[in-house]
């Protein structure tokens, strides 16, 4: 295996399943490995007890909303975790993608999770508001135009806190990846997609360079990048 060499993020390559016209039953199998394989690299029980947990209500329902939802693994593995805790969690899970929102609304339903097709920018023109706003492996997707736009929206409709997750990039990443899912999630664009997307993804001072002042990027481990807003701190001038 010949390892590209990372130092620059591959902003032209594209994933196979973002194509409308990829095939719809490897498209389905790859949604339904989405769960193993975030549960194995993604890091959200972590990012949960860390930056979400804190904020939910003890004394009622508190509010999410999963941007770019794809199949919606992360949206009811947050619900289950909050209400195992005791804390009533409502997610919203929000993709543009027919194929996804299709997808996520078939799945078991899981109680305080429900499904949309919509961008973020049409919650904001309605006016909508969530206590905690969350994304998984989305910035990498998005044009610097594309990103300006989610975290202003993101800004606008949370209430306490935003945790946007992502790949961190680095040759070490790739290898394991590549390795590790040779012979795993066979008929799936799993494998290929992700070693796009470790090409596509940045690497922390590359993403603060792109954000504005009052957002944080955390590095929880070698392999992941965290997109931190504090809704309830001061604004900075």
Do not use: K
């Not at 394989?37 to 003890?58: D, Q």
């Not at 499904?115 to 998005?142: C, K, M, P, Y």
């Amino acid at each position: 295996m010949t390892l590209p060499s990372l130092l620059v993020r591959d902003e032209h390559a594209r994933e196979r399943m973002d194509d409308p016209h990829c095939d719809p039953r490897r498209l389905a199998r790859t949604y339904a490995s989405f769960r193993l394989v975030n549960a194995a690299v993604a890091g959200w029980r972590l990012a949960y007890r860390r930056h979400l947990r804190p904020h939910l209500r003890a004394d009622g329902p508190t509010t999410l909303l999963d941007v770019g939802c794809g199949g919606g693994d992360v949206a009811r593995a947050l619900a289950r975790w909050a209400r195992r805790d005791g804390y009533d969690l409502r997610v919203t899970g929000i993709d543009p993608d027919p194929r996804a929102h299709d997808w996520a609304r078939r799945r078991p339903p899981v109680a305080g999770v429900q499904f949309r097709r919509a961008l973020s920018s049409e919650l904001v023109t309605g006016g909508e508001q969530f206590d905690l706003v969350v994304s998984n492996h989305l910035l990498h997707h998005l044009s610097q135009e594309q990103l300006d736009g989610l975290l202003e929206d993101s800004a606008r409709l949370a209430h306490r806190a935003v945790v946007h997750s992502d790949i961190r990039r680095g040759r070490l990443a790739y290898a394991l990846f590549s390795v590790a899912t040779w012979p795993l999630f066979p008929g799936t664009f799993i494998r290929e997609d992700g070693l796009t997307s470790i090409r596509r993804s940045y690497i922390a001072p590359e993403l603060r360079a792109r954000v504005p002042s009052d957002w944080t990027v955390s590095t929880p481990g070698r392999f992941r990048l965290l997109l931190l807003h504090d809704a309830l701190a001061p604004a900075r001038r």
